[in-house]
């Protein structure tokens, strides 16, 4: 790991500072934000505003604690290939298991809008992955 | 610009004070130009747009902030809710800026020489799924239980499995949480937690940051990525527009 010498301005490397911003950043930043005022002819929006409550919602439910047990079961620690957890450690500080432990879960948001942030406009149908299954299958638990 | 169509209606940015001078040849939804709305002291940053245009594209989204951001590098902005859309041009003087013009005033005061930074920490996932469960022996037990065994064998010891970890997450979480907002409050006027989701979330946070403090809250930022280093991701945004520093007050 390099340690950045002290002086003006000086970065660890660490920080990510994206710029300008990915259509999820801006999505995150100004959605529910902002004043309102009460004025409105209209607010027009295409679902957006219920796609970011869709994907900010962690529901107690089966289906839930069944990913958090799926992505813990994939996990390679000890048992197979003999590695130990410091060994995972250091692996994961080396920046090696950084591509591969994306994506077991990156948020129903990048779902939602597609991985892509350059590509242009869905076309009404941002919705890919409503939350409307784990809320279904709630109920039926309940 | 001086299309005045009928059907033109004003799509409504934010509320700056009389005085600022826009950045030049900023553009807004649609590429429309961008200009100022005046009433008294206040003044409303607008661009046209078409009646019967319903926003909410990716594009529509993208500029919002991105005129929002731009008039904010030049002066205090009271970011409006994206999507805010007046008939006129009258309507946006006498029905917003008039009206609201003491309480502008006193936002946009506060406001001045501050803006906002967001802070998005996500945990690497593999390596806080190992903390998790090299800590906790009835996680690491259940773990070996149904690792290779059929999911209809082991369902009930899955979701009991899935549902400990989900609290030694929000656990770590909180420890993690904290710490980020020690080390970074210090520098700020003021924030803002989100509430958000996803099993590698660590924290989501919005920081409103004075202009003089802004070094020693990127300096601070910095050292927070490195200390999580190997267990989680910083990132940082901003400098944007105080979208999250604008809560309307309950009067």
Redesign the interface.
């Known amino acids: 790991m390099t340690v950045a010498a002290t002086g003006q301005r000086r970065s660890s490397g660490y920080l990510e500072r994206p710029a300008p911003s990915s259509l999820a950043d801006v999505v995150d930043t100004i959605l529910d934000k902002g004043l309102v005022i009460d004025v409105y002819v209209r607010v027009s929006l295409v679902g957006i505003e219920l796609i970011t409550i869709d994907a900010r919602i962690v529901i107690a439910s089966v289906d839930t604690y069944l990913r958090f047990a799926e992505a813990t079961n994939r996990l390679d620690l000890y048992e197979k290939g003999g590695e130990d957890l410091p060994g995972v450690i250091e692996r994961v500080q080396q920046g090696g298991a950084r591509g591969k432990t994306r994506g077991v879960l990156s948020g129903a948001k990048e779902a939602l809008l597609g991985r892509d942030e350059e590509e242009e406009e869905p076309e009404e149908r941002p919705r890919r992955r409503p939350a409307k299954k784990a809320v279904a299958r709630r109920r039926r638990d309940e | 610009m001086t299309v005045t169509a009928s059907d033109d209606?004003c799509y409504?940015y934010?509320?700056v004070p009389a005085s600022l001078e826009l950045p030049g040849n900023l553009t807004g939804l649609d590429d429309q130009a961008i200009s100022l709305v005046t009433a008294g002291k206040m003044a409303a940053v607008v661009s046209r747009i078409d009646s019967d245009?319903?926003?909410?594209?990716?594009?529509d989204?993208?500029s919002?902030?991105?005129v929002?951001d731009a008039v904010a590098a030049a002066g205090a902005v009271?970011?409006?809710?994206?999507?805010?859309?007046?008939?006129s041009q009258s309507?946006v003087s006498e029905?917003?800026l008039e009206p609201?013009s003491e309480r502008f005033e006193e936002m946009l005061h506060e406001l001045a020489g501050r803006s906002q930074f967001?802070v998005?920490v996500r945990y690497?996932?593999?390596?806080v799924?190992?903390e998790?469960?090299?800590e906790n022996a009835e996680?690491a037990d259940?773990?070996?239980q149904?690792?290779d065994q059929s999911e209809d064998a082991t369902y009930d010891a899955?979701?009991?499995?899935?549902?400990l970890?989900?609290h030694a997450?929000e656990a770590k979480r909180t420890i993690d949480g904290s710490s980020l907002l020690d080390a970074l409050l210090p520098f700020a006027a003021g924030c803002n937690v989100?509430?958000?989701?996803?099993?590698?979330?660590l924290i989501?946070v919005?920081f409103l940051v004075e202009d003089k403090q802004r070094?020693a809250f990127e300096a601070a930022?910095?050292?927070a990525?490195?200390e999580?280093?190997?267990?989680a991701?910083?990132?940082?945004?901003g400098p944007?527009a105080p979208?999250?520093f604008?809560e309307?007050r309950s009067d």
């Not at chain 2, 009271?78 to 008939?87: A, E, K, W, Y």
């Not at chain 2, 991701?233 to 945004?237: P, S």
């Open positions: 209606f409504v934010g509320i245009r319903t926003v909410g594209r990716r594009a989204l993208i919002h902030s991105r929002l009271i970011p409006l809710r994206f999507g805010s859309i007046l008939q309507e029905q917003v609201g967001t998005h690497e996932e593999s390596q799924l190992a998790v469960v090299a996680i259940l773990r070996s149904t690792r899955r979701v009991r499995l899935g549902e970890v989900m997450l989100h509430a958000s989701a996803g099993m590698d979330h989501d919005a070094d930022a910095d050292q990525a490195a999580l280093a190997g267990r991701r910083v990132k940082l945004l944007t979208y999250d604008v309307p």
